[in-house]
């Protein structure tokens, strides 16, 4: 087998037009993986505008600290462990009746911008929809 492919690659590339065209997509791909690190963005806590090999070290590191399966049990100790750490500082019932950007004011009243951040991971919201969509619909009598 690989000498058939040794045969091949040989073939492919006695042609001038075929070793122009294979080496135009070899570095249409290296500019492709290239830009694709380069263009990466993202914040971290403190609010700080990271780009490239950070932001991709910033996203690894936020997603390694949900990762792993998530049982029912995981599931419920992460909720009501950030259901705990919100209410802490915020009545229930008062951000019930107050506007979404009413409370995300009253988060930044108070949390630090830090805390805000991380009661703002996608995590969060993620497991809060597919939580919700796991139960079943109640029907309208």
Do not use: C
Not at 1 to 12: D, I, Q, V, W
Not at 48 to 65: D, F, K
């Amino acid at each position: 087998m690989p000498r058939l492919m040794l045969f091949e690659l040989k073939k492919m590339l006695t042609r001038r037009v075929a070793l122009v065209a294979n080496v135009g997509v070899i570095a249409f791909l290296v500019g492709i993986m290239t830009l694709n690190v380069v263009q990466a963005r993202t914040t971290d806590a403190s609010g700080a505008i990271l780009s490239g090999t950070e932001a991709i070290a910033q996203t690894r590191l936020e997603a390694g600290a949900h990762a792993g399966a998530i049982t029912p049990e995981r599931a419920a100790a992460d909720i009501a462990a950030y259901q705990e750490r919100l209410f802490s500082r915020i009545d229930r019932d008062e951000v019930t009746q107050m506007t979404g950007s009413a409370v995300y004011d009253l988060m930044f009243q108070s949390f630090s911008d830090e805390e805000v951040y991380e009661l703002y991971n996608p995590y969060w919201s993620w497991l809060g929809a597919s939580r919700a969509r796991s139960q079943p619909r109640r029907r309208r009598a």
